[in-house]
């Protein structure tokens, strides 16, 4: 049972580290696979905002963690 | 050129990840070989390898039941998750704002720790656990990632002869050089690699919600030239906004 709960807490911590990045990270496909799928969004276009969202969010968090560092 | 593309991407993907993983496992292997026995060391990590081949056996096949979309929509927003944690780590170290992550150190940490339980009657029992931990730990990340980078495309074998090649090289520099992987810039690694798997991740979740990307699976070296462009501009962005923390360097 150990080794169970021990590999399942590694796989999480695979992708999760900053909480608010994965959070945003899944926030960001939900929105635009749903725009995709109910909104009619060319899905290519879905491509790329999916592409210019994940870079943001990565500046987003990043930024903040060096502000917190420069405290 | 097409197939070739997503072929060399997907063997060097798992073969750059992989090399980073398996690093980390076989400095406890060694440490725990180097200072109790090798007996325990190897046992814990044949053992290890056991669980991972049982875990690969368990759920690879029930891959090839989830349709192809689906499958590339799951593993591409895992691999965005997964990819941009590595990446958000690699620019963090860049700047300084997170230390490196020193093998020599786990290595002195995990040998001082097996020589303080070297009269404890328990100690073969303890450092082949320490050695199946580490190998366990690291192998699932391995695991994943070569499910990840060849599920997507159906490129599973690709994938695991990068992994192979990993674990190879690794071991035959290790017994060759019989110490501490200190030398292998990881953080660098882990940037290439960061910056790889989120291209796949954003690639894949693409192709998941029916993006048809320009030039096919060329649009992945295009996905890798603008995060890396992006990333590689909040690494001089942070170091000249916060110069208080940068001082540390991509190994």
Request: charged letters at 15%.
């Given at each position: 049972m150990n080794v169970i709960r021990l590999i399942a807490k590694e796989f999480f911590g695979m992708f999760v580290d900053d909480g608010s990045l994965a959070l945003l990270a899944l926030l960001?496909?939900?929105?635009?696979?749903?725009?995709?799928?109910?909104?009619?969004?060319?899905?290519?276009?879905?491509?790329?905002?999916?592409?210019?969202?994940?870079?943001?969010?990565?500046?987003?968090?990043?930024?903040?963690?060096?502000?917190?560092?420069?405290? | 050129m097409h197939s070739l593309t997503p072929i060399l991407s997907t063997i060097t993907a798992a073969f750059l990840a992989s090399v980073v993983e398996v690093v980390e496992a076989f400095t406890i292997v060694l440490?725990?070989?180097?200072?109790?026995?090798?007996r325990p060391a190897l046992t814990g990590a044949a053992l290890a390898l056991a669980v991972l081949a049982a875990l690969v056996l368990a759920f690879g096949p029930l891959l090839a039941l989830i349709p192809i979309t689906t499958l590339q929509?799951?593993?591409?927003?895992?691999?965005?998750?997964?990819?941009?944690?590595?990446?958000?780590?690699?620019i963090l170290r860049s700047v300084g704002v997170i230390a490196?992550?020193?093998e020599a150190a786990a290595f002195s940490k995990e040998t001082a720790a097996l020589h303080q339980l070297a009269n404890d009657r328990r100690a073969d029992y303890l450092a082949g656990l320490a050695s199946f931990k580490a190998v366990l730990l690291e192998g699932v990340e391995v695991v994943f990632i070569v499910i990840a980078v060849g599920a997507a495309h159906g490129q599973t074998l690709y994938a695991s002869l990068g992994a192979l090649a990993a674990f190879v090289l690794v071991v035959l520099i290790g017994l060759a050089v019989h110490r501490p992987l200190a030398r292998v810039p990881e953080n660098a690694l882990k940037f290439v690699v960061g910056l790889m798997l989120t291209s796949f991740g954003i690639?894949?979740?693409?192709?998941?919600?029916?993006?048809?990307?320009?030039?096919?699976?060329?649009?992945?070296?295009?996905?890798?030239?603008?995060?890396?462009?992006?990333?590689?501009?909040?690494?001089?962005?942070?170091r000249s906004a916060y110069p208080a923390s940068a001082g540390g360097l991509a190994r």
């Open positions: 960001l496909v939900a929105i635009i696979a749903a725009a995709v799928k109910l909104l009619a969004l060319p899905p290519l276009l879905g491509g790329a905002l999916l592409l210019v969202g994940c870079l943001a969010i990565l500046l987003q968090s990043v930024r903040r963690a060096a502000r917190g560092t420069n405290r | 440490a725990v070989g180097v200072t109790r026995s090798w929509f799951v593993v591409g927003v895992l691999l965005i998750l997964f990819g941009m944690r590595w990446l958000r780590k690699a490196l992550h020193d690639f894949w979740t693409g192709e998941g919600i029916g993006a048809d990307w320009p030039g096919a699976d060329l649009a992945l070296l295009a996905i890798f030239a603008i995060v890396a462009l992006a990333s590689f501009a909040m690494v001089r962005g942070l």
